[in-house]
């Protein structure tokens, strides 16, 4: 005897099953299931008897598609059908059962030098603003008020920053919170039970999280640059059913293998989870990435589907797998999500819009100066979502006889017969006469220097803060109250990739000289 099901064509995103009801699985098809066989008279009055039955009591909606399935080959047979879409239930996201967990343990070793002092949250982009920033403002903007940041290395910047934009005179968050929980051990702990991974983070401040009014968790990361809806995550997850889903874009080109991989079924479903992946590995992670409604055209140059390291879990999901299931697995994106994928229901959220990974110098200095393009892809403005930082009640930044060309010129700064082309010069940063900066990232100060400071320095032969006359820099990144004197060059005419220097005050990484923070850099020094 075989296995038939009445079933409703609907859209793949109300795929989750109600109860009496059965899910068919590939093509979102949904209804009650009954038996017979393929010449069973009964079966085909049954079918006219439950549809009759069906439309008279207002069961079946008009705008179904109803279809005979077969367990023998898997086709259908249409038996009725009208244009109109069928209405069906939708339960609403509320963002007062979500909470988001900002990961900012990490130790940053791939943004050195900018994090020998700096947590990477605390990072400095875009001339005024953090990358903490990022996901405090999507949280924000997405009506997200519970936040939790956990934090573990050199996180006095960032827990002065979250302090001065977050609490008191910042954003007002209501009935919400944001709390700032750092890395501890209690007595009994061995002596190295910190943070071992992003997981590991997240499990141990779990006990904080368990007993809150939350049905969803948001995972982010503190090293990336997007504007994104998390609500509409949060609903597509709800739409879904999902226990986790993982928000991910296509990629392709030479970065592949720095990025979690993963390929999915025509319903969007994970199958298969791969992070970093090299060699063989790599390429068996190619999929056609028109599943995802990219065109022919861009899915030749982007054949991966990379994940962004923005999940939402099932509260009570993510607290069964951190706690019971790989209580000792660390890190999400090559323990957790890898293992999750085989008995979990795991969903793909296509984002559409701008994201770049920030986490290594280069992609760093690229996505900043990127922001100086004539019509960038990513821009900090936008008055229905706006970027959050912290208030510095500074002056307008003061030009004379300056050329500026393409460039981000923050607040508070004096720039005095200089040029800056395709730049970012940071808050408070000092620029005088006869400077040429190009290609450049400056940071800017975190204080004033006043005149008669600048001039006593410079009388006894010292360099204060900003840069000299006359010097001319290219290509460089410069960090926080660094110190450049006159005549300096700073280009690496000889195209070193990889250099440490830190007595002479920089490094080169990817071929960028990095003026490190508080570094002074001698008149006439040439880099």
Same mark, same amino acid.
């Given at each position: ?76 047979t249409l038996i009725a059908k009208d244009l109109q879409v069928p209405q069906i239930e939708r339960k609403s996201a509320s963002s007062n059962n979500v909470a988001a967990i900002i990961l900012g343990g990490g130790a940053g070793t791939k943004l050195f030098p900018l994090t020998r002092r700096s ?32 934090? /573990? ?42 943070? /071992? ?125 951190? /706690? ?27 984002f559409r819009d701008y994201w770049e990974d920030i986490g290594t110098i280069k992609s760093f200095y690229d996505a900043n100066l990127a922001l100086t393009d004539e019509v960038p892809k990513f821009e900090f403005y936008n008055p229905e979502t706006p970027f959050f930082t912290s208030p510095r ?135």
């Amino acid at each position: 005897m075989d296995s038939w099901c009445v079933s409703m064509k609907s859209s793949p995103q109300f795929s989750r099953a109600r109860s009496g009801f059965v899910n068919n699985g590939d093509d979102g098809f949904w209804g009650r299931r009954i038996t017979g066989g393929v010449n069973n008279t009964d079966l085909s009055d049954l079918l006219s008897k439950r549809a009759k039955i069906g439309r008279r009591v207002g069961m079946i909606k008009p705008g179904a598609a109803f279809s005979v399935l077969t367990s023998e080959n898997g086709k259908e047979t249409l038996i009725a059908k009208d244009l109109q879409v069928p209405q069906i239930e939708r339960k609403s996201a509320s963002s007062n059962n979500v909470a988001a967990i900002i990961l900012g343990g990490g130790a940053g070793t791939k943004l050195f030098p900018l994090t020998r002092r700096s947590a990477i949250p605390a990072v400095p982009i875009g001339g005024c603003y953090r990358l903490i920033d990022i996901p405090m403002s999507n949280c924000i903007n997405s009506r997200i008020n519970k936040i939790l940041v956990l934090t /573990q290395f050199n996180s006095a910047s960032l827990n002065r920053h979250l302090a001065r934009t977050y609490f008191g005179n910042g954003v007002n968050f209501g009935d919400g919170f944001v709390e700032v929980l750092a890395a501890t051990q209690t007595p009994g702990e061995a002596g190295m039970n910190w943070f /071992q991974g992003t997981a590991d983070a997240v499990r141990q401040f779990m006990w904080d999280a368990k007993n809150k009014d939350i049905e969803n968790i948001l995972i982010l990361s503190g090293d990336q640059l997007y504007r994104m809806d998390y609500m509409d995550l949060v609903q597509n997850h709800m739409d879904r059913n999902a226990d986790i889903t993982i928000s991910c874009v296509p990629v392709g080109g030479s970065r592949v293998s720095e990025y979690g991989l993963m390929k999915i079924n025509n319903r969007g479903q994970v199958i298969e989870f791969a992070e970093k992946p090299s060699g063989a590995r790599l390429k068996s992670m190619q999929v056609d990435t028109t599943l995802l409604g990219v065109s022919p055209e861009d899915a030749t140059k982007s054949q991966y589907i990379a994940s962004m390291g923005v999940y939402v879990f099932k509260k009570d999901v993510l607290l069964n797998l951190l /706690q019971c299931r790989y209580p000792k697995s660390n890190d999400f994106g090559s323990e957790i999500i890898p293992s999750a994928v085989m008995d979990h229901n795991v969903q793909a959220y296509l984002f559409r819009d701008y994201w770049e990974d920030i986490g290594t110098i280069k992609s760093f200095y690229d996505a900043n100066l990127a922001l100086t393009d004539e019509v960038p892809k990513f821009e900090f403005y936008n008055p229905e979502t706006p970027f959050f930082t912290s208030p510095r009640f500074l002056p307008p930044t003061k030009f004379e006889k300056s050329l500026i060309k393409d460039a981000i010129i923050s607040h508070g700064c004096f720039l005095q017969e200089c040029s800056v082309i395709h730049s970012i010069v940071g808050e408070r940063s000092r620029l005088d006469s006869g400077v040429e900066l190009k290609d450049t990232l400056m940071m800017g100060a975190d204080y004033y220097q006043t005149e008669s400071e600048i001039a006593s320095l410079l009388a006894e032969g010292k360099v204060p803060i900003g840069i000299g006359q006359n010097s001319k820099i290219s290509k460089c990144i410069i960090d926080k109250n660094a110190k450049i004197g006159k005549d300096v060059i700073i280009m690496n005419k000889n195209g070193v990739q990889e250099a440490d220097r830190p007595e002479d005050g920089f490094y080169i990484r990817s071929g960028i000289p990095i003026i490190m923070e508080k570094a002074t850099i001698s008149d006439g020094t040439v880099i």
